[in-house]
């Protein structure tokens, strides 16, 4: 009798909208599975796999995650390209009750095992090759008890962890009952760099990653018929978001990583894209590239992230794709999203970052506390259902960026907690929101947002520097580009030994994007009254280099 209860219940919600049932992220691909079995979720390369294999294989990772006994909110990091196993693992994690992190696959051993350590991962689903690669490091990882490797066969455990092929982690799996949990619960942890020291984990609840999705669909228009160039890391909150974006709708997601520029604008040919979302330095790449009719043809909207679009490239856009619709979206990891600039406006305001995305409060906030007027500068502060959880692990960095939204009722006795971005921004008459500058130090290029700790650090690694700065200087291509200033050990060396040196040791221990564009050897480095080096005189003298072609 139960039974029959639940299978009748279980058709008559099938049927209903999707708005209506939707509470915890990875219940979108299952109601999409209920509603439209067949329709196509996901491409790669030569095979496509329908909603309902994409939920069986979501399934699948779910069961073998709870048959390995992973607890309630225990982190499952995916360290992988985008593929479906990587989708399986963190939706997987996710059904199961569990928590998701996504590692960026472009981050070498050292940055991978800091994150797993970090947020005290239980299981890491991975390759082969890039666990040979992290066996070196994985003892720190204390918590680490099970990888798992994607191919048909595992390698033979280097460590303590148990290590198991895919088959065998979601073969012969009895279904066990996934954790309870709620809207508020956090789903997924997502590593940003700050402006100093490691990466921050941002904790991000179901309630988050569902009012985002929902929201971006609504305004880019999103429907069952749309199909997602996902070229973005999904590590990267817009990357993820376009993810679910996508599933919220039905419509169908086309993972990619691309070598080349190029690549990408025949893959919007060959799949027929409608979607596709980037950062200004790969826009900045594809405006000068032939874009084929069937590509010109086939995008309904393109939406840019992760910095400012330069206005040429918004024209040079607006040529080549003249009836494709283009959103210019400002965001924060720890908000998720919070702006866009409807294509309506781009003509007339192409240098604004708009205003909030439906179900979001963007306020300007002064040094005093209260809003700012028109064409006055203040804080950016984000309000409402994309705020995250704060910070893994970090109450003192948590407590300096969310703080209580300004101009609450004081008859409400609860405190509502707010994101101060750090981020320098204006409103005009009209309520559109302007960029100015960053508070912090933090270096933006290729859409990364890299901490110039990290890299110093790397240069100290090397044994061959006394002293190092990271400069973020300005750049046509990447937004900015990074120079590592640094004084050298000893009595009159060979500069451009030193130089090459550190080069060759920041590209071994660095990934691509964090590598320095400049690599500058000094006898010494100025200071400050305080006996700091002084950052502030460097990037004066040397803010010009990246537009000097002699350099």
């Excluded at 390698?155 to 290590?163: F, L």
């Excluded at 893994?392 to 300004?406: S, V």
């Excluded at 901490?451 to 790397?458: G, K």
């Amino acid at each position: 009798m139960q039974n029959q209860f639940v299978r009748e219940l279980s058709t008559v919600t099938s049927k209903l909208p999707t708005a209506f049932m939707s509470d915890l992220i990875h219940q979108f691909i299952a109601e999409q599975a209920a509603l439209a079995p067949d329709a196509t979720a996901l491409l790669f390369k030569d095979q496509a796999y329908s909603y309902s294999e994409l939920q069986a294989g979501v399934t699948a990772a779910a069961n073998g995650l709870l048959a390995l006994g992973v607890n309630c909110a225990e982190r499952v990091a995916v360290y992988l390209p985008k593929q479906p196993e990587t989708l399986f693992g963190l939706f997987g994690a996710a059904a199961a009750g569990a928590c998701f992190v996504p590692v960026n696959p472009l981050l070498k051993p050292r940055q991978v095992a800091y994150i797993l350590a970090h947020c005290n991962v239980r299981v890491l689903i991975t390759s082969s090759q890039r666990l040979k690669q992290l066996e070196e490091v994985l003892g720190d990882c204390k918590d680490l008890a099970t990888i798992v490797v994607v191919e048909q066969q595992a390698p033979p455990a280097a460590g303590r962890q148990a290590v198991l092929s895919y088959p065998d982690f979601t073969a012969g799996r009895c279904a066990v009952p996934p954790h309870r949990r709620i809207d508020t619960d956090m789903a997924a942890i997502l590593y940003t760099s700050g402006s100093t020291g490691n990466p921050k984990g941002v904790v991000l609840s179901h309630r988050n990653m569902v009012a985002g999705a929902r929201s971006v669909a609504s305004y880019l228009g999103n429907t069952s018929q749309d199909r997602v160039l996902a070229v973005l890391p999904l590590s990267f909150d817009a990357g993820l978001s376009q993810l679910t974006t996508a599933f919220s709708v039905g419509a169908s997601v086309v993972l990619m990583d691309y070598l080349l520029p190029r690549d990408v604008i025949r893959a919007v040919a060959q799949y027929g894209v409608t979607g596709l979302g980037a950062v200004p330095p790969l826009w900045n790449q594809l405006v000068g590239l032939d874009w084929p009719p069937q590509a010109v043809a086939s995008l309904r909207y393109i939406t840019n992230t992760g910095g400012a679009m330069p206005v040429p490239t918004t024209r040079a856009l607006q040529r080549a794709l003249p009836d494709t619709r283009i959103f210019l979206m400002y965001g924060l990891t720890e908000a998720f999203r919070s702006t866009y600039l409807p294509p309506d406006q781009v003509d007339t305001r192409p240098e604004s970052m708009g205003k909030a995305i439906p179900n979001a409060e963007i306020l300007v906030v002064g040094q005093d506390g209260k809003e700012c007027a028109p064409g006055e500068p203040g804080e950016l502060v984000h309000r409402g259902a994309l705020v995250s959880l704060g910070y893994w692990n970090d109450p003192e960095k948590t407590a300096e960026r969310f703080k209580p939204a300004p101009g609450r009722p004081p008859e409400i006795p609860t405190t509502e907690l707010a994101v101060w971005s750090g981020d320098q921004v204006m409103k005009d008459e009209e309520g559109y929101l302007y960029f100015i500058s960053r508070k912090d130090e933090m270096i933006k290029t290729s859409g990364y947002r890299v901490s110039p700790t990290e890299v110093e650090e790397v240069a100290y690694a090397s044994g061959l520097v006394a002293g190092a700065v990271a400069l973020g200087l300005r750049h046509d291509t990447l937004g900015q580009a990074i120079a590592l200033v640094v004084s050298h050990h000893g009595t009159a060396p060979d500069l451009e030994q030193v130089r090459e040196q550190l080069l060759a040791h920041c590209r071994r221990e660095l990934p691509n994007f964090m590598v320095p564009q400049a690599v500058i050897v000094r006898d010494n480095l100025p200071h400050n009254q305080n006996g700091k080096i002084d950052r502030r005189a460097l990037a004066g003298e040397y803010s010009t280099i990246f537009q000097d072609e002699s350099h």
